[in-house]
C-alpha cells in the first residue's frame, strides 16, 4: 500500500490532526516472528513491520498525535498460565517495533493484573491513563491497529466506541490470532460503527 494514499483517505474521511490521534495495540516483539519462541502472530515480518513504521513516519510529519498501549509483564504474570510467556519487563520481545510515538500506556504491569483493551490496566476494573490523555488532546477520532486483531485490537475498537470515540481501523496494519481479517471479526461480533480504512 502507497503510504501517501493512505494518508489522503484517511483525511478524504475528515480525519485531521486536530483531533484525530494514532492508536496502535501492542505492537511489540513478542507478538511478531521476530520472537518465535514467545507470542508470534503469522505475517508479521519485518515487510509489514517497515510498512507501519513508514506510514507513522508520514503521518507524524502530518502532525497525528500517536498513542501506543505495551503489555508490561512482571515474569511471573498471571496470563502465562493461559499463555505462552511474552513481553516480559526489561526484554527484547517487550519493545515496541514502531517509531515516532508520542504517548506510550502500559497494561498488565503488575502480576494480578492484566487487559486486552488498551484503555485499562486491569480489564475494566482499572483504567489507565489513555482516555485522559486523549481527552486532553481534544481527540474525537482514533484509527486503531495493532496486535492481535482478535483479542487485544478487538477489545481495544470495543472500549473506544463505549467511551464515544469515532473508531476506525487500518485493516492492513492488524494481523490476528486466528487468522481472520478485522472486518470479518467486527462483523463476526456485531460491531458496525467501526469503519475501516
Known sequence: MNMKTLIEKIKILNLFPINTAILCVDCQNSFTLRC???????????VWIKSINNFLKLAKKEKYKIFASKDDHPKDHIS?????????????????????VDYIVKKGSLKETDSYSAFYENFEDTPNELDLLLK?????????????????????????????????????FIKSVNKKDIDSILKENKIKTCKSI
Not at 514467545?38 to 515480518?45: F, G, H, Q, R, Y
Not at 513481553?87 to 517495533?97: D, H, Q, S
Not at 484509527?143 to 473506544?160: M, P
Open 36 to 46: 518465535s519462541n514467545e507470542l508470534p502472530v503469522e505475517e508479521t515480518d519485518e
Open 80 to 100: 502465562f498460565k493461559e499463555w505462552p510467556m511474552h513481553c516480559v519487563k526489561n526484554t527484547y520481545g517487550n519493545k515496541l517495533f514502531i517509531n515516532y
Open 136 to 172: 486532553n488532546n481534544k481527540i474525537k477520532n482514533l484509527i486503531i491497529f495493532g496486535l492481535a486483531g482478535d483479542i487485544c485490537v478487538l477489545e481495544t475498537i470495543k472500549s473506544s466506541i463505549k467511551k464515544g470515540y469515532n473508531t476506525f481501523v487500518i485493516k492492513d
